[in-house]
Structure formats: structure tokens, C-alpha cells
């Protein structure tokens, strides 16, 4: 596989676990839903996994209003739930263009890409 691929497959994983659409494309957002944004390279060694750190949205729809802020706190715990880590951080912001609500994590993934 290669590395979009897996970052594919972990997002159609992502979508089965929260029962939300999952997009790897900014240009699809259409909250509520789950962005997988663009992933730095933190370690790449040839022939070995690649280490990724993924930015990872929960989005609201606009304005950030108590209603939709109450919605990204009803989902906050399903939404870490589902990247199954034992521990995270996640920030409270707005995602643009749109200015959607948002919680933004990082996830680590390794991936072994086909040479």
C-alpha cells in the first residue's frame, strides 16, 4: 500500500467508529464530520515505517454557537474514543474557510509503505 492508501483506509476506520463522514479533502467539508488534515513526516527511514503526526478535526457546523459548541461537547468523548489512544490533548478552535467550531488532536500513525 502506499502511504495515502493507508491514511484512506485509517480514515474509512475513523468513519465506521464515530458514524461520521470522514474527509481527507478540506474542499469536501460539510460539518458535522471529521477532518484528517495534511500529516508532517516526523521519521522516514528507507524500507521502514514512516512516522506521521496527523492533524485530526472534529468540525461543528457554523456559527459557534451554543448549539453547535454543546454538539462538538456531546461528541468529544466518542470522537477521542474512536482514535483509540489511551491519552490526548485536544484545542478548542474554528476551522476556515467556513469558521466551523472545531476540536483538533494529532495522531500518531506508522506506516510501512510499498516500495
Known amino acids: 500500500m502506499t502511504i495515502s492508501a493507508d491514511l484512506d ?3 474509512a476506520q475513523l468513519a465506521t467508529a464515530t458514524g461520521l463522514t470522514v474527509t481527507r479533502d478540506p474542499s469536501t467539508v460539510n460539518p458535522p464530520c471529521v477532518l484528517v488534515g495534511m500529516p508532517s513526516a516526523t521519521r522516514i ?5 514512516v512516522a506521521l503526526d496527523v492533524p485530526v478535526s472534529l468540525l461543528a457546523p457554523a456559527p459557534g454557537d451554543k448549539v453547535n459548541v454543546d454538539w462538538l461537547l456531546d461528541n468529544l468523548v466518542a470522537f477521542t474514543a474512536a482514535l483509540d489512544l489511551s491519552e490526548l490533548t485536544v484545542e478548542a478552535g474554528t476551522y476556515a474557510p467556513g469558521d466551523f467550531p472545531a476540536y483538533t488532536t494529532t495522531v500518531q500513525l506508522h506506516v510501512t509503505p510499498e516500495e
Open 9 to 11: 483506509a485509517w480514515a
Open 45 to 49: 527511514t528507507v524500507g521502514e515505517a
